[in-house]
């Protein structure tokens, strides 16, 4: 199976900041690699599909990038409605994986 | 637009055996393949497997292979996860998903099962 390391595993930042979060696999994904927004008891929540498209109706703050096996979610200007978990996940061989996951909070 | 209701999720006891079900609407359920991904209390996401779109090929996560199986009944616009033998690792919520080319666009709302002496 291909290891998804995602880091940080708490983030803790201020309205208006960039955040960037990582993650790594364990062999080259060939970009197959999405970002997932998860709020406290809702379903997660696509961003990010192929390591940088930006999924319909997700705002421009959000940017995706990477390639191999290193990527990165990256949010700017942090809106107080981007507190949330973040998981990536690959696509490009079976079983999918997901990374652990990030918890965003507001500092 | 798409919606996916997922139920079935209690509580069972090891070694038991559970359906859930998913309901989908707003989509011709039989033009897209479905997935099963679920959520440990400990948060963590796994993919559990997926199904075509006439139910004649699956694909399982080795962690479920042989006791969990997915299934489909296109008239009812309906996915199955039929659970045999569950494991306290079972527990989870059970999120029916519509893959696009590997990633997940949509999903329910989930369904928990618990396992449970």
């Known amino acids: 199976d291909i290891q998804m390391t995602q880091s940080p595993a708490s983030l803790s930042a201020s309205l208006g900041e960039t955040v960037t979060i990582e993650c790594r696999a364990s062999?080259?994904?060939?970009?197959?690699l999405a970002w997932y927004q998860q709020k406290p008891g809702k379903s997660p929540q696509l961003l990010i599909y192929?390591?940088?498209s930006l999924h319909t109706g997700v705002p421009s703050r959000f940017s995706g990038s990477g390639s191999g096996t290193q990527y990165s979610l990256k949010i700017n200007s942090l809106q107080s409605e981007d507190v949330a978990s973040y998981f990536c996940?690959?696509?490009?061989?079976?079983?999918?994986?997901f990374g652990a996951g990030t918890k965003l909070e507001l500092k | 637009e798409v919606q996916l209701v997922e139920s079935g999720g209690s509580l069972v006891q090891p070694g038991g055996s559970l359906k859930l079900s998913c309901v989908a609407s707003?989509?011709?359920?039989?033009?897209?393949?479905m997935d099963w991904v679920r959520q440990t209390p400990g948060k963590s996401l796994e993919w559990i497997g997926e199904?075509?779109?006439?139910?004649?090929?699956?694909n399982y996560a080795p962690s479920i292979k042989d006791r969990f199986t997915i299934s489909r009944d296109n008239a009812k616009s309906t996915l199955y996860l039929q659970m045999s033998n569950v494991k306290s690792d079972d527990t989870a919520i059970y999120y029916c998903t519509r893959p696009s080319g590997g990633w997940f666009a949509y999903w329910g709302q989930g369904t928990l099962v618990t396992v449970s002496s």
């Open positions: 707003g989509y011709t359920f039989s033009n897209y393949w």
């Open positions: 062999e080259d994904i060939y970009n197959g």
């Open positions: 199904i075509n779109t006439d139910g004649s090929k699956t």
């Open positions: 996940q690959q696509y490009y061989d079976y079983p999918y994986t």
């Open positions: 192929n390591a940088n």
